[in-house]
């Protein structure tokens, strides 16, 4: 039956050959509407007379007596050919679904009946690729000559702008009557509504048509009646008001059923209109008319309950970027949240909305698709960061306290006797990257989200110090959330987390007492109950290892902030309060010396003063251990890397000086720590001024130190302290018109002063002299030099190397029992191999032997030293040293006093000495390497991998310096590197044949593609097979190493840099 049918509606689609023979006289039109018409005269003929078509035609007459739409007396042809197509096409649909009821009441074979190589029966509703394609073509007829010519003008994609045949169409039906046309609409809609129930037909019907089908339901449902009838409403009034609520009914199962996603794209769609360029001949009127107004409402209206629905945000999001490349959809994303941010109009309520909205934007972070989730999370993203901006009231509570409240959680968490896990992994792991998606990525540092993030961060630094003791998912994120916030939060509250993460002020929203982070089992971390310690010994340990281990972290975090003024900051601000307490330590001091009146106290006050006075040595400890962390952790390019920072830190340095002279009243300071750090800022402060060009802002910051300066050059002790800091003060008061002189550096006094001896007595006067000279600065680089010169000239190391022992001696020594003693000696043989000394040219075979036994040494002073003295005879005499070298590192040692048992040591030891020979060899290499060349290579055939590795290593190391030489060897040692690269079981054997490929390119450099021609693209797939296939990580960053010397040398060989050049030509 559904091949009977199938052939009735080729017989009807298939254009006859007596309508494509028409003469040149007939117009396309005439040529239409005779094939028309005669291939409905064929398909009647042959359904009262083919036998073979009897089934369908019974079935189509039983459609025929149900279908009340149907004209027998229409003299329109394109009509008659839908009505025609139409009632195959339910023909087909009645045969399907009655097949398909009787399969679904079949029962199943049996399980006996049934083997495992047994496909499950085909329902009757499956159609062949021909089948769908024969329905398509009828579809597509009954959808271009019953629907889009009866669209009303901007309703859809007129038929016209799709294709000239569509033009023609389009053309022919205007010029015709529109009596009924309303009614054709409704009818056509209506049947393939009708043929579309079976899921099958429904899949060929919207996957092509369904913008059309909407545009015909919007018409008839809610095109708005108009008093004055125009030629283009008119047949819309003739509809029936039940006629149009069915219509609108249709229209939203219609909508409900289809996929999304598709439904809005098709609304959006119908909502801009036809904006298309028209075919040639069209009105200019005609191709710029876009949507009424009418649908334009309607089409937001629906994508507005679109919107609402559960995973509606999804949908939008899906119909606007699927299809597209996320490289170029930025600003769809960000239309996209736009879009999300304003609320519509049938809305019933703003708070509702975003209410949903926002828990549907939380979703799209969470979409594990590789393909989707960065473009749904940059929709995400950006729709978040706009509310936070534009509608921050529903903001906070929808969508910040969704995402912090796992945190929020850990801080108010409530132990409880049931639950041993406060706040799950996944909710952990969740909850720590949207907060990096949202703050971190979206990158938007507004006051809101700062706020909102510096409530939660301590809980955000407890897990990252967490972290940090363990294996976790969660450390990187962590680490970039806090350095977020560090580098865009105000520096008053910066300074202010840092002191509570440090432990010097009291830490608030940190994790909840009696609860601890632990562990998960898919690498993450959940909050549980901690279990309590009975021993206090153990208590206290474990909290002052926690306090110890949370400094550690803080300061590896500061020293990520290498751009950021954050540490300088807070390092500065600690000194400052350093400061201070030292200027009230004195008082504190004497409260210490004076007895409490304890008559007069009561016992709470003197527990009271008790406990604040340990209270404030125990923060002066914290601040101490802070500072010192940090001047141990961080580097001073972290700590001060601007002008004004160091000007701050000498400040506080100058300023402490000042307050430990009013301490002393005058006396000489003896402290030697307080000194030096005196002179250190003294010497900073020389320093700056010594620079070329001082800016007028670091003068500016530099008048800070002139009260201190000031006061150092009247109170301090010492004379050359108090007139190089009168002269420094000078300088900077006069913005650098006064210049420092070397008697200002070199403890020099001034012509107008009193001698030391009018001012001090004799033995404080001595005290002075000797401080002085421990205390003072370094003297300027031209005062040094003069010293240089001035001093008594020193023995050179050749001329210190000449002693009265004969060579003799030395090689005696070079044997003897003690280490030093032969090792002494061995570096005396070297020194004298190295000057070419007439015995040891005499002595040759003597020297190689004896270097060669003390390779055998177990103490690697020794066997160091023997290295280098082969090493220096090779180099000096490398015809026969070389040879006896290789012919060892291939057998093993050939001098009978040799252990064998240590023969693999020794090859190895006689490698390095080859290697150090190869670098010395410099352009020699390519006459003297060809031998070296052939027994590296048969090493790497070694059965030993230390012997393989060592082969490439020196192979490396020689190659690098045969520039052209290598020319004639490089297809040979191409193949054994990537034969090794691709074979070798070893790694360490893999990550030496990789950087033998590093060296190579490095030292060919801008020769690779002359030398390496022929093997290049070898090479660069061997390294390519690293990166993708090795599972050891050092040879994948010795293969990245590679393939960026590579890259370099490809664009200096692509893009070379411009030379400037002059060219004088002679005319003749």
Known sequence: MIAEIISALNVLTKPLAEASACNARTSKEEALLLSLRGNIDVLL?????????????????????????????????????????????????????????????TPAPSAKLRTPEMAPPLPPDVLSFSQQKTIGTALQFVVSFGLCPFLAPGVGVPLGHRSAFGAMVEKMVSGQTAAGAAHQLLTTTTMLLRFAELSSLATLVFTRHLGDVIAALCQLGYQPQKSKMTSSTKNVQELSEEERRNSRDALQSLLVKVYQPVVIKELLILQGGAKQSGPLGSSASSRSRGAPDWLRRLCGQLLSERLMQPNGVQAVVRAILEGGTGGSDWKKCDSIAKILTACPQQSESAETYYKQVCSQILELLHIKDALTAQQFQCVATRAALNLLQEKPRFAQPYLLVPVLSPLYHCIVAAADADCQVAVEEWEMTQCVEDIKKIWVVGNSPSTTLLRALEEVLPVVFTLFCFTKQNVCNLRAPCQDILLWYLSHAETSAVLSLLRQLSGLQDLKNDVATGFHFSPGSNGGVQLGCRVGCSDEDDALYEKLTGEQWRLECLTRLLAELKDSDVPGDFFLDLLQELTSWTAVAEEEEEKDGQHLNISSMTLLEVEQEQQARLARQGHTLALLQVLAAMVESLQHTVILRKNLQVIDFIGSLLQRACIVLDKANGVLIENPIETQTLSMAMGLVATLLSEPQLSPDVYSSMSRLLRPLATLSQQHPEAFIQELASNLRAVIATHGAYHLTSSAFSGSKDGNRPPESDILPSKKRSQIETKTARTRPPSPPSVMNKLKQSRIKEPTSSEMSRSSKAFSDWLLEACHPDVPTRAFALRKLTQMVQSRDREIVQAQEKVLILFLENLDHEDSFVYLSAIQGLASLADFYPERILERLLKDFQQGSSLSTSNKDQSLEFRLKTGEVLMRASRAMGELAPHLGRPLISVFLRGTRDRDQSVRASSLSNLGELCQRLDYALGPLAQELSSCLTALIRTEKEAEVRRAAVHVITLLLRGLSDKTTQVLGDVLLDLYRALKWVLRSDSDEVAVLHARLALEELDDVMRSLIFPKPKLEKKIVVLP
């Not at 739409?69 to 139409?86: A, G």
Request: glycine fraction near 2%.
């Open 45 to 105: 003929e042959q359904l009262h007379g083919n036998n073979s078509l009897q089934e369908a035609r019974r079935l189509r007459e039983d459609v025929l007596v149900d279908a009340s739409w149907y004209l027998n007396d229409t003299e329109d042809v394109i009509w008659s050919f839908v009505q025609e197509c139409l009632l195959l096409l339910l023909s087909l649909a009645r045969h399907l679904s009655a097949e398909l009821k009787l399969f679904q009441q």
